[in-house]
């Protein structure tokens, strides 16, 4: 165990923390020049393309330090988005030290902040490291400076490296075997007990499952339970990835690795669970463990309607790799059959829409997203509700409380006001402000309504800072507030997909918004066709798309007026007629419409 390194690599998008663990895999000969790839730890096309990891990797490496002794050093990657945060603790809590990775360019941004902080929770050493200083815009100094300011870390011994070329790397792989300490013994328990930091389907081995082993040791034939769901199985293949995999006899206390037991089914296996030995159950489990939980929702419909099918089965196989992602089957009155989805965030709900239409090569339509809010019903009862189109009747229920998020903005101070006053327009409540830097970096902390957070705010929040500004946010908790229920009506029909809650104060400027918008969006017809927002069985905006139109008084040269009052009178019932029976079709834009829609 003296031998051993757990360490993890913090960093925000784009600071470099996939090339360092690139450079990482090659001085330590994990990897030859020919199997060597930029990023290789990030599998995905997404995640290369985008520059953030999804989905964790983890990797055993040997590596001979320079006193003479051989490591055995377990890179547990992580995802940097505050989406898996959860996740992210998990991994960290199977570490014993962090790789806190800054851009010498940028300085300590949103993400960099939320993930460290969960690193010192989990009582690891961090060990500073500042990235590409071989660019001319590089300053040491300042983001030194940074870090002990905004993170209260000290920076004087941060190791200076440039991923991209190899510079300093050499010292990063020293810094862990010498600052890093080795797993602890546990004395007091010699049974099994195993943190799950990860996990997923493989279609010949089942549910593979990363572990870091606390106490006790998993061999094959072992009779494991899982602690939180009581599930028992016999494990029958124990391993470590190299970085490809290879199987061991066993895995010892203070070991990372993985296991397979042909467990059938993911949602079995829990992240942050405890996995003990069936004989000889572990008396407490590993602190830590919670339920994941969506927290945002949303529709997804097939554009064709017989490519229903098709999607179910894309979220099947989704799903069997990302225990966090729940779906179950909703219909639509404008959208047919599809499915309301459960999301981690923002981000987890982009990956999820982009992976199924690229690797399943699907259309989809997907609503505007909403989050969960708790409905104070009149009888004492409190309902969840995530779908708008269910929110029960006005008169049922006394209030509705929604979910508030702990928003945090790091910005040049420049753009101070831009941010406080598009954090105001989402009716945010500032919370804390501090200045860094001299007074050149800022740091601004709001309490802002989640939903107010879901569709636009990161946009807008990128456009006010010329790109600058980063942030990142967590729930706080449920406050009550003045919600109500906003219909959209095309042609006299309720379009259920288009129902959004938003707050009362900002319904009218809303629904004014959404309807001028559909009004350029839906194909004129040969009829009138109405766009009414309403709230509460009350009509509070509207805009009309005219209808196309024969002259059918072209063929009059003339003549008596009660001649042409005769054929607009039956031009304008056949118009009725058509009113009655005809079907507006919404093109997909419409639907995006709703996410783009600007009301302030």
Request: glycine residues 6%; aromatic residues 8%.
């Amino acid at each position: 165990m003296n031998n051993i390194r757990n360490f993890s690599i913090i960093a925000h998008i784009d600071h470099g923390k996939s090339t360092l663990a690139d450079r990482i895999l090659e001085l330590t000969g994990a990897l030859d020049a020919r199997q060597m790839q930029e990023q290789f730890l990030d599998r995905l096309d997404l995640e290369r393309e985008r520059g953030i990891t999804i989905k964790a990797q983890t990797v055993c490496l040997s590596y001979k330090a320079d006193d003479g002794n051989v490591y055995e050093l377990n890179l547990i990657d992580t995802p940097g988005h505050v989406d898996f945060n959860y996740e992210v603790s998990r991994s960290l809590a199977a570490c014993e030290g962090a790789l806190l990775v800054v851009d010498a360019t940028q300085g300590v941004e949103a993400q960099t902040l939320a993930n460290v902080y969960l690193a010192i929770e989990n009582n690891l050493e961090i060990i500073p490291v500042l990235n590409k200083i071989d660019l001319a815009s590089a300053n040491v100094e300042k983001v030194k400076q940074e870090i002990e300011d905004i993170i209260g870390i000290d920076a004087s011994d941060a190791i200076l490296i440039s991923a991209k070329t190899g510079e300093g790397v050499h010292d990063v792989l020293e810094a862990i075997v010498k600052r890093i300490p080795a797993p602890k013994k546990n004395d007091e328990t010699k049974e099994l007990r195993a943190l799950v930091y990860d996990s997923w389907f493989d279609s010949f081995l089942g549910a593979v499952v990363q572990v870091r082993i606390k106490d006790g040791i998993l061999s094959p034939k072992d009779k494991i339970q899982f602690i939180s769901t009581g599930t028992t199985h016999e494990v029958y293949k124990t391993g470590v990835f190299t970085p490809y995999p290879k199987d061991v006899d066993c895995l010892k206390s203070g070991e990372v690795g993985y296991f397979s037991a042909a467990i059938k089914n993911l949602k079995d296996v829990k992240i942050g669970d405890t996995v003990t030995l069936a004989l000889t159950p572990a008396k407490e489990p590993l602190e830590g463990f919670k339920e994941t939980k969506s927290v945002v929702f949303g529709g997804l419909f097939p554009i064709e309607a017989d490519e229903y099918g098709e999607l179910r089965s894309a979220l099947e196989k989704l799903s069997l790799n990302d225990a966090s992602f729940t779906y179950e089957p909703e219909s639509s009155v404008a959208l047919g059959f599809g499915f309301r989805c459960g999301y981690l965030g923002l981000l987890h709900m982009e990956v999820i829409r982009e992976r199924l239409e690229r690797e399943f090569n699907l259309n989809l339509i997907s609503t505007a997203p909403t989050v969960v809010y708790k409905v104070h019903m009149k009888n004492g009862t409190i309902v969840n509700v995530d779908n708008p189109s269910k929110l029960p009747d006005a008169g049922s229920y006394t209030h509705i409380e929604e979910p508030i998020a702990l928003v945090t903005i790091h910005s040049p101070e420049e753009y101070v006001g831009n941010i406080i006053k598009l954090c105001e327009e989402k009716r945010g409540v500032q919370d804390n402000i501090n200045f860094y830097a001299n007074g050149e970096r800022v740091v601004i902390t709001y309490d802002l309504p989640l939903n107010e957070i879901i569709l636009d705010f990161h946009d807008k929040l990128k456009s006010l800072t010329k790109g600058y500004a980063s942030f990142d946010y967590e729930l706080k908790e449920y406050r009550e507030a003045a919600l109500v229920k906003l219909d959209i009506r095309v042609n006299e029909e309720t379009v259920d997909a288009l129902s959004t809650i938003v707050h009362k104060s900002k319904a009218f400027h809303h629904g004014q918004a959404l309807t001028e918008k559909l009004k350029e969006l839906i194909e004129r017809q040969m009829f009138v066709v109405p766009i009414q927002a309403v709230v509460g069985g009350k009509v509070i905006a509207r805009s009309t798309v005219k209808a196309l139109r024969k002259n059918v008084l072209a063929k009059c040269y003339g003549g008596d007026i009660t001649r042409k009052r005769k054929l607009l009178e039956k031009q304008k019932e056949g118009k009725k007629k058509m009113k009655k029976l005809g079907k507006v079709s919404i093109s997909q834009e419409a639907f995006l419409a709703v996410l783009k829609v600007d009301d302030n």
